[in-house]
């Protein structure tokens, strides 16, 4: 069973940087998308980062430039790095595993972390 725990939320003024944890266990194969989407009250959930599987990165518009999504092979995590923090980057971030198509494309969540900034 596959399961997603993120950390780091918190709670920074605008400006400031944070670093998002998604730490993945469980039977995880055939992944086409690794990735991080967030939410914000009263909103839908949007996609923030993906990293695919042929190693390329897409970003929402909003925070290109901005974030960075990696992922550690070794301690099997996803990490979100937040920099320039800006109020409307406030939400619940959310981890994501995509598999491929071809596996049914089955998507796996993490329970999310709250991100808040001030300004």
């Known amino acids: 069973q596959v399961q997603l725990v993120e950390s780091g939320g918190d709670s920074v003024q605008a400006g400031g940087s944070l670093t998002l944890t998604c730490s993945m266990s469980g039977s995880i194969f055939s992944i086409k998308y690794l990735g991080w989407f967030r939410q914000a009250p009263g909103k839908e959930r949007e996609r923030v980062a993906t990293l695919a599987d042929d190693g390329s990165t897409e970003y929402a518009r909003s925070v290109k430039g901005r974030f960075t999504v990696a992922r550690d092979n070794v301690r099997d995590t996803l990490t979100l790095q937040m920099n320039n923090l800006k109020p409307e980057d406030t939400a619940t971030y959310y981890c994501?595993?995509?598999?491929?198509?071809?596996?049914?494309?089955?998507?796996?969540w993490g329970k999310g972390t709250l991100v808040t900034v001030s300004s």
């Open positions: 994501n595993i995509t598999q491929k198509p071809e596996r049914g494309g089955m998507q796996f």
